[in-house]
């Protein structure tokens, strides 16, 4: 039987996830929510690489930026002093700049994940892409406290340990840059497939 959906999402630890011993939690969180991990590797992106898993889409770049901004009045901070710009796409632009810096810089690990709702429960295991705002019980609420404008003053992106995709074309177009279309394992789990 066909089970609903079925699906796969992608995952890379990030550098700080990484290097904070993090690896065999992270993988445990999955399987202990019945994700079946299907594909997995350790390896150094270049920068190429990282420029073509993020988006460059000005709605993208945009989301980016207009949310930076939104912390900075939150705060009351002067994103112009930071950046040299409120303009959400220059802002947005500046940060991809340091995630492809940041995450270019060391040894990752990714994954592809499957599971019923995967895409969706992965990302409610990893939490908010704040970690200072992250729930408790979440990969980022439990490992890690950044916040947006230390990263943004030190010209670096938020150190949050995990991307996740967040919607099913994005996780297909990651799992397929990442992994090629052959590298995907098939297997059964005991008590969850059979
Ligand atoms: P995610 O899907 O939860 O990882 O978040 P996004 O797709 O919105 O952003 C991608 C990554 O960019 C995040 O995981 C952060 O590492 C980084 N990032 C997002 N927003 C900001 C920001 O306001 N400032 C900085 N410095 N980095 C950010
Ligand atoms: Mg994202």
Same mark, same amino acid.
């Given at each position: 039987?066909?089970?609903?959906?079925?699906?796969?999402?992608?995952?890379?630890?990030? %550098?700080?996830? #990484?290097? @904070?011993?993090?690896?065999?939690?992270? *993988?445990?969180? /999955?399987?202990?929510?019945? +994700?079946?991990?299907?594909?997995?590797?350790?390896?150094?992106?270049?920068?190429?690489?990282?420029?073509?898993?993020?988006?460059?889409?000005?709605?993208?770049?945009?989301?980016?930026?207009?949310?930076?901004?939104?912390?900075?009045?939150?705060?009351?901070?002067?994103?112009?002093?930071?950046?040299?710009?409120?303009? %959400?796409?220059? #802002?947005? @632009?500046?940060?991809?700049?340091?995630? *492809?810096?940041? /995450?270019?810089?060391?040894? +990752?690990?990714?994954?592809?994940?499957?599971?019923?709702?995967?895409?969706?429960?992965?990302?409610?295991?990893?939490?908010?892409?704040?970690?200072?705002?992250?729930?408790?019980?979440?990969?980022?609420?439990?490992?890690?406290?950044?916040?947006?404008?230390?990263?943004?003053?030190?010209?670096?992106?938020?150190?949050?340990?995990?991307?996740?995709?967040?919607?099913?074309?994005?996780?297909?177009?990651?799992?397929?840059?990442?992994?090629?279309?052959?590298?995907?394992?098939?297997?059964?789990?005991?008590?969850?497939?059979?």
């Amino acid at each position: 039987m066909q089970i609903p959906k079925e699906e796969k999402t992608y995952v890379m630890i990030k %550098p700080d996830g #990484v290097r @904070k011993g993090l690896i065999g939690e992270i *993988i445990r969180r /999955m399987e202990q929510r019945d +994700l079946k991990i299907v594909a997995l590797e350790m390896f150094q992106p270049s920068r190429e690489q990282m420029d073509k898993h993020y988006p460059k889409d000005e709605k993208w770049l945009r989301r980016i930026g207009e949310r930076t901004q939104a912390t900075y009045t939150k705060y009351d901070h002067d994103i112009k002093r930071d950046f040299g710009t409120a303009d %959400p796409l220059r #802002v947005g @632009k500046t940060v991809r700049k340091w995630l *492809i810096d940041y /995450m270019s810089s060391a040894p +990752l690990v990714k994954m592809a994940v499957q599971g019923v709702h995967a895409v969706d429960m992965v990302r409610k295991i990893v939490g908010d892409t704040m970690p200072y705002l992250a729930d408790m019980g979440t990969i980022r609420g439990d490992y890690s406290a950044d916040s947006a404008i230390s990263a943004n003053i030190e010209h670096r992106a938020i150190f949050n340990l995990i991307h996740a995709s967040e919607t099913p074309q994005e996780a297909r177009h990651e799992i397929e840059h990442w992994f090629g279309k052959k590298n995907i394992f098939k297997y059964k789990r005991f008590g969850i497939d059979e």
